[in-house]
C-alpha cells in the first residue's frame, strides 16, 4: 500500500533552521505532485510547499515564500522541505501529501497524506 513517512521535526528556536523529509513507497512517486501542509493547534489544514512530478514546478504559500525551499528526488522516491528563518507560527503538524499529476494547495484534492512530524519554534 501507498505509504508517506515524514521525519525530521522537533524543536527549534525562531530564526533557526529544519529540514523535514518524506519518504515515500507503495506509488509511482514520479507520477505524483508533492505538497507539504502544516496544522497548527486549533487551525484548519494549510498549503505550504508544492512541487510538480519532475521538480520543475514549485509554489509556496505566500507567508513561508522566501524561507522555504521543497524539493525531490524521484530516484529515492522522497521530497524534502528545508526551512529556513523559522518563526514560532511555523509551529504545527507538517504533512507531506501526493496528488496525481497536478500541483494543488487544496488539501482535499491530495490522495495521500503522511502521519505528520511536530515542529515547534520557540521564541
Known amino acids: 500500500q501507498v505509504q508517506l513517512v515524514e521525519s525530521g521535526g522537533g524543536l527549534v528556536q525562531a530564526g533557526g533552521s529544519q529540514r523535514l523529509s518524506c519518504a515515500a513507497s507503495?506509488?509511482?512517486?514520479?507520477?505524483?505532485?508533492m505538497g507539504w501542509f502544516r496544522q497548527a493547534p486549533g487551525k484548519e489544514r494549510e498549503f505550504v510547499a508544492g512541487?510538480?512530478?519532475?521538480?520543475?514546478?514549485?509554489y509556496y504559500a505566500d507567508s513561508v515564500k522566501g524561507r522555504f525551499t521543497i524539493s525531490r528526488d524521484n530516484a529515492k522516491n522522497t521530497v524534502a522541505l528545508q526551512m529556513n528563518g523559522l518563526k514560532p507560527e511555523d509551529t504545527g503538524v507538517y504533512y507531506c501529501?501526493?496528488?496525481?499529476?497536478?500541483?494543488?494547495?487544496?488539501?482535499?484534492?491530495?490522495?495521500?497524506w503522511g502521519q505528520g512530524t511536530q515542529v515547534t519554534v520557540s521564541s
Open positions: 507503495g506509488l509511482t512517486f514520479s507520477s505524483y505532485a
Open positions: 512541487i510538480s512530478t519532475r521538480g520543475g514546478s514549485t
Open positions: 501529501a501526493a496528488r496525481g499529476l497536478v500541483l494543488s494547495t487544496t488539501p482535499s484534492e491530495y490522495h495521500y
